[in-house]
Nanobody, 118 residues
């Protein structure tokens, strides 16, 4: 059984920083793409940032220059460093991992709340 457990969310003032972590555990043979998504109230879930096993990254235009995604392949963990936070960054943040147990599959974390006050 695979689990993705996120941590690091919370309440921060505009201009502040937070660091999210997501660790995948279970019988995992390989991990491919890892990503962060977010969903604000009344809005669809959107991709924030993604990183391949080789370290190539992709960011939403709204977070470029402010957020940095990274990963620790040895620990099957992905991070999201969020700087210069804005009230519009307020959302539930979810991590997703494309990984292989018996077959390749996309797994999601339970989500962590990020609230940015103005």
């Amino acid at each position: 059984q695979v689990q993705l457990v996120e941590s690091g969310g919370g309440l921060v003032q505009a201009g502040g920083s937070l660091r999210l972590s997501c660790a995948a555990s279970g019988t995992i043979s390989s991990v491919n793409l890892m990503a962060w998504y977010r969903q604000a109230p009344g809005k669809p879930r959107e991709l924030v940032a993604a990183i391949t096993s080789g370290g190539s990254t992709n960011y939403a235009d709204s977070v470029k220059g402010r957020f940095t995604i990274s990963r620790d392949n040895a620990k099957n963990t992905v991070f999201l460093q969020m700087n210069s936070l804005k009230p519009e960054d307020t959302a539930i943040y979810y991590c997703k991992a494309n990984l292989r147990t018996l077959r390749w599959y996309d797994y999601w974390g339970q989500g962590t709340q990020v609230t940015v006050s103005s």
